[in-house]
């Protein structure tokens, strides 16, 4: 009998239950998500679906402003002139999209930043 059929192996689930805890817990926007399940071997039309529904309950330019927030007070203290593209980098590590990022940047830092 085969593994998927035994419930062993199950992409959809695997996919979305990786998208919901790395969005949630680690902050972790659809680009980087999307990227992380592809290189784990899940079709593109599963790892895209995943990500959306893991966007659902909470946007992710709510969830990209969540990081930028915890983010920003350690940036100022350290350098407050190189705060805004210094969380700009961050946030795009996060792999979340430039237009998000550059729509945080200005809502939390009046800055327009190329994202």
């Not at 972790?28 to 079709?43: A, T, V």
């Not at 809502?107 to 190329?114: A, D, I, P």
Request: glycine residues 8%.
């Amino acid at each position: 009998m085969a593994l998927e059929a035994q419930g062993y192996v199950d992409d959809r689930a695997f996919a979305q239950q990786w998208a919901d805890g790395r969005a949630g817990r680690r902050h972790i926007g659809s680009l980087r998500l999307r990227d992380e399940l592809q290189r784990k071997g899940i079709p593109r039309d599963l790892a895209d679906a995943a990500v959306r529904q893991a966007f659902t309950e909470r946007g992710e330019e709510e969830r990209a402003l969540d990081a930028a927030r915890r983010r920003l007070p350690a940036l100022r203290r350290r350098n407050a002139e190189r705060a805004a593209p210094k969380l700009r980098d961050y946030l795009l590590r996060r792999g979340y999209p430039g237009d998000v990022v550059r729509r945080v940047l200005r809502h939390l830092l009046g800055v327009e930043s190329e994202g």
